[in-house]
């Protein structure tokens, strides 16, 4: 109790998962690059990742190389070149087919309907894809446009369920183009 209480008004943890002394509050830095991070409290009242750990999560979105943190929407695209090499210190999503974590910056991805998840921390101290229905996905479920404000807010996106898929294969199926 008192640890909490001295968490708190110091603002000073030591991070669950790894067990470094934290800010709950500050700046992430990879690759040479800095971002700010307001980390949430797990349910006991803590931060579960020091910040230095968070920017070791951090990878290069495999188009335009600019760093992925932890938090940062992002795409996952599947690479049709043959030729195709995956840039250092970027992110596989999946084998087979062949796709890769990409950033969600204007300059980079075609459209915000691209965004296909967040990134965020792994149990195993890398980063990795929460994956959430991309807003295509969703209009092509329920059969309408939709409009979404806020990509970036993993609070409002909806998470990928197999329901989902199965939903739009089947519509794929019985409507060919």
């Not at 195709?84 to 796709?99: I, T, V």
């Not at 910056?105 to 691209?114: L, N, P, V």
């Amino acid at each position: 109790m008192f640890k909490k209480l001295f968490a708190r008004l110091s603002g000073k943890y030591v991070a669950v998962a790894c067990n470094h002394p934290t800010k709950r509050e500050g700046e992430v830095r990879a690759f040479g690059e800095c971002t700010t991070t307001h980390m949430p409290l797990n349910e006991n009242g803590t931060a579960e990742w020091c910040l230095e750990c968070l920017g070791k999560m951090a990878v290069k979105c495999a188009w335009c190389e600019q760093v992925i943190f932890i938090g940062d929407p992002i795409t996952l695209y599947t690479q049709t070149k043959s030729d195709f090499k995956l840039p250092a210190n970027a992110a596989l999503y999946k084998q087979e087919p062949l796709q890769v974590v990409g950033c969600l910056r204007m300059s980079c991805a075609d459209t915000g309907a691209d965004r296909a998840g967040f990134w965020v921390p792994g149990d195993d101290g890398k980063g990795g894809v929460h994956r959430v229905a991309s807003p295509l996905e969703l209009s092509m479920v329920s059969g309408a446009e939709i409009a979404m404000s806020n990509l970036g807010n993993m609070k409002v996106a909806h998470k990928v369920q197999d329901t989902i898929f199965r939903h739009i294969e089947t519509q794929a199926a019985n409507n060919p183009v």
